[in-house]
């Protein structure tokens, strides 16, 4: 139990183009859903957190006009990235909180979605 | 800000145990979690501490828990090639984590 699916895992696209990423809780509802990057033998960044039915909230220094996130039901969280540029290259993972989790602040993670901006 | 920090990199013999530290500064932490990750994949949840716990002890992996030096480790016993991954320690506190990043294990045979 407790997947979390990331659509696609991998994805080239040229600058200037929009690319959307899916995060979808297989098995089980979750309120909050997380958006990370991670750079190359590098952490975790978290970017924004997103809450069904609410708009997401956004890290400090993470652009929330350029990386849009929509959670619009309990299985389903988007990311898209708008105008991609190269340095926007990354892998990025999404989490996932599971609704009445008996383990307080447990996540479960995707496997992550390589992006290329060519 | 909360900072957490793990050493990088960490060579064990294959049937060695292998320790991997990590110090963290948010004193206001629930749960401490260590996880897995193999290349190109996501992060898989190996075991957690809850912040009033000194040890946890999950077959071969053995949590430690230094409140008072705010230092967290993971102790693999029998190490196997399988073990071979970043591991990361991360904090949690208000719903948020925060990640170290990452100790790199190699495991040779």
């Known amino acids: 139990g407790a997947v979390v699916s990331q659509h696609p895992s991998w994805v080239i696209c040229k600058s200037g183009t929009s690319v959307k990423i899916e995060c979808r809780s297989l098995d089980f509802q979750a309120t909050t859903m997380f958006w990370y990057r991670q750079f190359p033998k590098k952490s975790l960044m978290l970017m924004a957190t997103s809450n069904e039915g609410s708009k997401a909230t956004y890290e400090q220094g993470v652009e929330k006009d350029k990386f849009l996130i929509n959670h619009a039901s309990l299985t389903l969280s988007t990311l898209t990235v708008t105008s991609a540029h190269p340095e926007d290259s990354s892998f990025y993972i999404c989490?996932?909180?599971?609704?009445?989790?008996?383990?307080?602040?447990?996540?479960?993670f995707g496997p992550g979605t390589r992006l290329t901006v060519t | 800000g909360e900072d957490v920090e793990q050493s990088l990199f960490l060579s064990v013999r294959e049937g060695d145990s292998s320790v991997i530290n990590c110090t963290y500064t948010d004193s206001s932490s629930t749960y401490l979690y260590w996880y897995k990750q193999e290349p190109g994949a996501g992060l898989q949840l190996l075991t957690y501490?809850?912040?009033?716990?000194d040890m946890k002890q999950d077959q071969r992996l053995t949590v430690l828990l230094n409140k008072k030096d705010k230092h967290l480790s993971l102790r693999i016993a029998d190490t196997q090639t399988g073990d071979s991954a970043i591991y990361f320690c991360a904090e949690t506190w208000a719903g948020k984590s925060t990640f170290g990043d990452g100790t790199t294990l190699t495991v040779k045979p």
């Open positions: 989490s996932a909180r599971m609704k009445d989790s008996p383990l307080l602040d447990e996540q479960y």
């Open positions: 501490i809850f912040s009033n716990m």
